[in-house]
């Protein structure tokens, strides 16, 4: 994916289902709303990529698309096409968000940002992806006038793996999803639980079901719970590993009766459903994505109770229930689920803690980041 501040302009490919270029872009449109966001693409599709619907329909978006008698799409978005594009329309800075910086911008003054969601690329497909995306990254991280992490260990990450000098390295927090704070009719709850055939209690876990979320912990806990009545609800589709290890799991532990999976929940509907659950379970703090789960649960107003890591606490804060094993987090959670001043009070702390994650927060940073970068710029032409 690729962003670019120039003059007034953002560049993001249009291509990319990242939950942080979609908040990103979503925050600075919002609160910066007299620039331009230019999202650009390789490939023209005949589909729009329905999650960013939202941002095509915001009057500072743009999206741009390689010149028809373009042969190599690929080659254009990686090398000096893209460069020459940029320049054309009036981009100053320019920010890549995982995919790198484009070569062409490789021994110039332009103003560039890269950002690294998975500094290690540990998601990627295979070895041998994984191996590319950080060759590029490493390239990308000598181009840029500027690198941002989301969180202080994978600013670390990049410093010790990529040599990059740690004054060229920031932590630009994500900000959570706007969503959250829509209100619920309190007649929509019953509604929405009949809808969706929920429990009348349950732990809500959202995730992919796939055997890196630890879901056999999650299981676990639940099972320790005091409270025998609570349930757990997995939103997800349902995965091989599921099949063959989560269901066999409940029924091992004589909690299949408090068991349920749903494929889906309307997007409109998550923030109800989360305030309804007894708590949100994230089992796995590694990966970016689970630490976006903690300030959306939060801010939608519901208990979090996560695998204790540097990561968690650096997203929870004082607004979460941080476990090392699921008997010590399954003691913790009836503790607070007992006695209702200990959950109002957490839940407050909670609050209080998603201030520091906000819209504003995120585009305010990243708008300085883009200035700053700039104003190197100028002052090194002079």
């Not at 302009?9 to 872009?25: A, C, F, P, Q, W």
């Not at 060229?168 to 007649?187: I, T």
């Not at 204790?308 to 094993?325: L, P």
């Not at 007992?338 to 995120?362: C, M």
Request: proline share 3%; charged share 30%; with cysteine.
């Amino acid at each position: 994916m690729v962003v670019g501040y120039g003059g007034r302009k953002i560049v993001m490919e249009n291509t990319d289902t990242s939950y942080y270029g979609r908040i990103l872009i979503k925050a600075l449109s919002t609160y910066y709303p007299d620039n331009y966001y230019i999202l650009y693409s390789p490939k023209q599709s005949s589909t729009r990529n329905k999650r960013l619907t939202e941002l095509y329909n915001d009057k500072s978006v743009r999206v741009k698309f390689p010149r028809s008698y373009i042969h190599y799409k690929t080659r254009w978005y990686f090398n000096n096409g893209i460069v020459k594009s940029a320049k054309a329309h009036g981009v100053n800075t320019f920010h890549g968000i995982d995919d790198g910086i484009a070569s062409g911008f490789a021994g110039s003054s332009f103003p560039t940002v890269f950002t690294m969601t998975d500094p290690l690329y540990k998601s990627a497909k295979n070895w041998a992806d994984r191996m590319y995306m950080q060759r590029r990254a490493r390239k990308s991280c000598k181009i840029a006038k500027r690198v941002i992490a989301l969180n202080e260990e994978d600013r670390q990450i990049i410093i010790d793996h990529y040599h990059v000098n740690p004054d060229n390295v920031e932590v630009v927090h994500p900000c959570y999803f706007a969503g959250c704070d829509d209100s619920v009719p309190e007649n929509m709850f019953e509604i929405i639980r009949e809808k969706y055939h929920l429990p009348e209690k349950f732990i809500l876990y959202k995730g992919r079901l796939d055997k890196d979320d630890n879901l056999k912990e999650a299981m676990q806990l639940i099972h320790e719970l005091r409270n025998r009545k609570i349930s757990i609800v997995m939103l997800g589709y349902r995965t091989t590993h599921f099949d063959n290890v989560v269901k066999e799991q409940a029924h091992d532990l004589h909690i299949f009766h408090r068991f349920k999976q749903v494929d889906k929940i309307h997007h409109n509907d998550l923030t109800a459903v989360a305030k309804m659950a007894q708590a949100v379970i994230i089992p796995n703090t590694e990966r970016i994505r689970d630490n976006y789960k903690i300030i959306n649960a939060q801010r939608s107003g519901a208990l979090v109770i996560c695998k204790d890591s540097a990561k968690a606490r650096e997203f929870g804060g004082d607004g979460a229930i941080y476990y090392d094993n699921f008997g010590d987090g399954a003691d913790q959670l009836s503790e607070i689920l007992e006695d209702e001043n200990k959950r109002i009070a957490l839940l407050k702390a909670a609050r209080e803690n998603t201030e520091r994650f906000t819209g504003k927060e995120l585009a305010d940073h990243m708008i300085h980041i883009y200035r700053s970068v700039l104003m190197h710029r100028r002052l090194y032409q002079r």
